[in-house]
């Protein structure tokens, strides 16, 4: 009897053993990816838009915040610290959420607003347009457009007027006082575009504007071309039968007859 009670209470320990073996490797198993999973993901600390801003924003402290962020996947050019990016301009837009890095701003010292995303040796001129001239209102900011202009020859007597191309492959910089594109490209009715242009272009436009009609043309993102072109007058316009006479150079005598008289004219 008292070996069969020795037999059970040993049979009882060993499965209470094996018990508290399994226990203890289930708990091992469980902890051991969490410590390696904790030790793999090493963190530091960046500043991230707690805000969204747009082109020419200067920043604040309130539109900032301090988030970890994987250490393995830091983007290139962030902060630690807000104090460092505090009162910086920004060049492109950021939205919520999005790590402040050195390639979306502007250099310490720049002025924020429109004069923060004029390049170099390039000037910003505004002229008044209206729905049909800003291209029924899609015209953005940032589109690429070319500039076309009806002017009258005033170097003819007759003063016909003829469109041309003038600028081409213009960016815009603002419509009215926007400096950002309009959300989900809807169209937005403006009254003045802002064109980047170079100093000669700018006297062009200005004269051009003064004297005559603005029409943009927008132009493919992708398309960077120069294209040569030609001015557009009435004969080019009339049917071929008519180009002729339309096309008579200015000056040509014509033959005028009153009663018994006849006289000859230049036009």
């Not at 539109?63 to 492109?92: C, F, H, N």
């Not at 999005?98 to 170099?120: C, F, H, N, T």
Request: a positive charge; proline letters at 5%; zero cysteines.
């Amino acid at each position: 009897m008292r070996d069969k009670q020795v037999m059970i209470s040993l049979v009882l320990a060993l499965i209470l053993g094996l018990g508290a073996a399994f226990s203890a490797r289930s708990w091992l198993k469980q902890q051991i990816p969490a410590a390696i999973s904790a030790k793999a993901v090493e963190t530091q600390t960046i500043v991230t838009m707690q805000t969204g801003v747009g082109v020419g924003a200067i920043l604040t402290k309130e539109q900032l915040k301090i988030v970890d962020w994987p250490k393995s996947y830091l983007p290139e050019g962030a902060y630690s610290t807000i104090r460092e990016v505090e009162g910086r301009v920004v060049k492109m837009p950021l939205t919520k959420g999005d790590p402040v890095r050195e390639a979306s701003l502007l250099p310490k010292g720049s002025q924020g607003g429109l004069v923060a995303v004029i390049d170099k040796d390039m000037r910003a001129v505004s002229v008044k347009v209206d729905a049909v001239i800003g291209v029924a209102g899609f015209v953005t900011p940032g589109s690429r457009v070319d500039v076309l202009a009806t002017l009258r020859r005033v170097d003819q007597k007759n003063k016909l007027p003829y469109s041309m191309v003038i600028l081409q492959d213009v960016r815009v910089l603002a419509i009215d006082q926007k400096l950002e594109e309009a959300k989900k490209g809807e169209a937005t009715v403006v009254s003045v575009v802002t064109l980047e242009v170079k100093p000669e272009q700018a006297e062009q436009l200005t004269y051009a504007a003064h004297e005559g009609r603005l029409q943009l043309a927008m132009r493919n993102p992708g398309d960077r071309e120069t294209v040569k072109t030609r001015s557009t007058g009435v004969s080019d316009l009339l049917p071929s039968r008519y180009r002729s006479r339309a096309a008579a150079p200015t000056g040509s005598p014509v033959e005028i007859i009153k009663g018994a008289r006849v006289s000859m004219k230049n036009y």
